[in-house]
């Protein structure tokens, strides 16, 4: 039994392929296609996965969408003509797309697929929440879903048992956390559905100077995490800006302009809007907890991206135990789509997990073997040195600690926004230079921008205040007190970017300006090859913390191919490219032309 599920046509565009049930494929699109948050048709990412089955279109038993389309259609509709004649322009935008595409999502999937089958439509939370569920280490749990908007739906909450997930409650558009957040990514001059890890990353510089402004004139905000919104600020439902000018001159001005300086104002508006984040999760999962009676949690929508507020969610001991979807975006409804049609519609048990989650480490990616590897490097005459995995490990844990930056590409791909050790860039933790040289040198990124560390499951304890496997990078947790470091007196008072200058830790490529750190434990059964390489180098070093963040430049994709990440190697300043079993060294390679037509390679139009 093969069930394809699909999303597309927002941002993040996906495919998933379960075979009897069990995730066996899911990618985005925008790891083949090259253009970053890919709404377009995942023909790519769908071919990707008939081929790990070795099956055609033909031998698909159903295909899932991950929403509904005549509904949401129906929500713009009725938004305009609520907000008629100000959203003329915004609806005459969105219109276009939905004639052409979004009103004939079956017939775009038969004529991309050349499928004839049945194809099923979940509701978009409903997608979320089998997402979190079905493949979480629990027969029984409560979930929570949070982001921009589905349908009609913002947030739900509800339970799932063994082969159901039932929607108990949810709030409505336009009042949405989600869209509320990406109000102060746009004001905060970063790019809405791909700057709100930004903001995180900024909040620790700022005060929460704004919170009561929040709460006084943007926000009522109830005992059980309910709020409604006061739209006289935000302009998303007519306009085709979030924010209006009643917002700028809430908050001390207009919005920040996209790459102009940031101001002392945009970090305490970052610090603000997070805090009434982390304030509204903690409140509905009270709410979820009494409700319920549930034990465990389940977390799904782009709001459960925000792993600080998954942290202190954590430590505040709600629940026993909290299983996040990896890739909770819509991206992740690829998944839960073709779960709801194999657990619901078909009415399928669900599988006893004996407390392990079914999402494989999120390694459902495509992968290159060695001979691929190879052959790749041959063809194109590149200087390498083919080894025993056990000398890579040596040699390349040798280089870490000798300050060199590797690109690390292994196995397959992570499904999801994060990098997990198999599309990596890493580095040594302890070096206080790391993270400046990695932000600005390899990702051409803003300084300010934390990066992960990797540590092994089983010292993360001894590293960090966390008592939790995190091995998906979605919890935050404080650097030990034994492992800080003291900070002298004339720079305890430093403001702003100038908290950068100060080392905070043993690990301070790591640690943010708040002693914190957004963790990825890594077990030796989950990845074994990045579980090697990291026991090396704290083998050399007394040190089991690396860097780690993703195999890619600002603006692209992270790489999908040996060519993607050869192509990111030579563009940077990185030292180091493994590739599989193959060791290439940046001082030993031609001089490079970005000369090669990728349309071609990528079979683009």
Known sequence: MYILGISAYYHDSAACLLKDGEIIAAAQEERFSRKKHDPDFPSRAIAYCLEEAGIQAADLDYVAFYEKPLVKFGRILDTYLQFAPQGF?????????????????????????????????????????????????????AFLTLDGVGEWATASYGVGNQNKVEIVAHINFPHSLGLLYSAFTYFTGFRVNSGEYKVMGLAPYGEPKYVDAIYKHL???????????????????????MTNSRFAKLFDGPPRQLEAPLTQREMDLARSVQDVTEEIVLRMARHVRKETGEKNLCLAGGVALNCVANGKLIRSGLFDDIWIQPAAGDAGDAIGSALIIHHHYLDNPLPQKNGKDRQQGSYLGKAYDSEAIRAFLTNHDLPHAHLSFDDVVEQASGMLANGSIIGWFQGRMEFGPRALGNRSIIGDSRNPDMQKKMNLKIKYRESFRPFAPSVL????????????????????????????????????????????????????????????????????????????????????????????????????????????????????????LVLGDCLLLKEEQPSFHDTIDWRQVYELD
């Open 89 to 141: 322009r915004s609806f005459l935008k969105a219109a276009p797309v939905w004639i052409r595409k979004k009103l004939w999502i079956s017939d775009l999937i038969h004529e991309n697929l050349g499928y004839d089958g049945k194809i099923l439509f979940p509701e978009h939370h409903e997608s979320h929440a089998a997402s979190a569920f079905f493949p979480s280490p629990f027969q029984r749990a």
């Open 219 to 241: 926000l009522e905000l109830k005992e059980d995490g309910s709020f409604r919104m006061n739209m006289d600020y935000f302009n998303y439902c007519t306009g085709l800006t």
């Open 457 to 576: 499951e089983e010292k993360a304890a001894e590293w960090f205040e966390l008592e939790h496997d995190s091995p998906y990078m979605l919890l935050v947790a404080d650097v030990k007190e034994d492992k800080r470091c003291l900070v002298d007196e004339d720079k305890k008072n430093l403001w702003g970017i100038k908290q950068l200058q100060v080392a905070r830790s043993e690990i301070p490529a790591v640690t943010h300006v708040d002693c914190s750190a957004r963790i990825q434990t890594v077990s030796r059964e989950t990845n074994p090859r990045y579980h090697a390489l990291i026991s090396a180098f704290y083998r050399r070093t007394g040190c089991p913390v690396v860097v780690n963040t993703s195999f890619n430049v600002r603006g692209e994709p992270i790489v999908e191919s040996p060519l993607d990440a050869y192509r990111c190697f030579m563009r940077t300043e990185m030292d180091v």
